[in-house]
T-cell receptor
Framework: KNQVEQSPQSLIILEGKNCTLQCNYTVSPFSNLRWYKQDTGRGPVSLTIMTFSENTKSNGRYTATLDADTKQSSLHITASQLSDSASYICVVSAEGGKLIFGQGTELSVKP | DAGVTQSPTHLIKTRGQQVTLRCSPISGHKSVSWYQQVLGQGPQFIFQYYEKEERGRGNFPDRFSARQFPNYSSELNVNALLLGDSALYLC????????????FGSGTRLTVV
């Protein structure tokens, strides 16, 4: 069964600190993996997209890694800001373009 | 360039009623997908349309239906609303063919009372 699992479910960090979010997937065949940021009540916004041949991709303070062998991905946020408070969703693209969503990690950045 | 636009942004309906949600994709995007996101959970796939044809359907009852128009806009219809249909309904569009261009709208918040 195609599944995407994220951890932790929620995370609270202080402003300026770094954090890492995890994503494990069992989607096959695998096309690509995206990390999205979703503010409360809003649609998800893409942060990074990675194919199976890519190991690392950065977008500003966001760095995503992918290990296609172990089917794991991580999203590292550097020097967190209050505006980083949101839900971060790992999304894996399965055959035919179908997207498999993780449950998300709820990040709260406190001053 | 406008992003994916959805209307209305918020909606309150009574159990048993019918609702129609609308989505306008990014110009040039021919594929539209619909997702249901219950509070605290990740989005669940409902439908995918490409070139006005249904290309995929998630595990949702027949009360849910959709269509895509010649201008690639789309409507999602839900009949006989249940309390459990309360959710954020997201529309996403992409160019089609390859799946590396998904863009989401801000969603329609449906509350069934």
């Amino acid at each position: 069964k195609n599944q995407v699992e994220q951890s932790p479910q929620s995370l609270i960090i202080l402003e300026g600190k770094n954090c890492t979010l995890q994503c494990n997937y069992t989607v096959s065949p695998f096309s690509n993996l995206r990390w999205y940021k979703q503010d409360t009540g809003r649609g998800p916004v893409s942060l990074t997209i990675m194919t199976f041949s890519e190991n690392t991709k950065s977008n500003g303070r966001y760095t995503a890694t992918l290990d296609a062998d172990t089917k794991q991905s991580s999203l590292h946020i550097t020097a967190s800001q209050l505006s980083d408070s949101a839900s971060y969703i790992c999304v894996v693209s399965a055959e035919g373009g179908k997207l498999i969503f993780g449950q998300g990690t709820e990040l709260s950045v406190k001053p | 360039d406008a992003g994916v636009t959805q209307s209305p942004t918020h909606l309150i309906k009574t159990r048993g009623q019918q609702v129609t949600l609308r989505c306008s994709p990014i110009s040039g995007h021919k594929s539209v997908s619909w997702y249901q996101q219950v509070l605290g959970q990740g989005p669940q796939f409902i439908f995918q349309y490409y070139e006005k044809e249904e290309r995929g359907r998630g595990n949702f009852p027949d009360r849910f239906s959709a269509r895509q128009f010649p201008n690639y806009s789309s409507e999602l219809n839900v009949n006989a609303l249940l309390l459990g249909d309360s959710a954020l309904y997201l529309c996403a569009s992409r160019t089609g063919g390859r799946d590396d261009g998904y863009t989401f709208g801000s969603g329609t918040r449906l509350t069934v009372v």
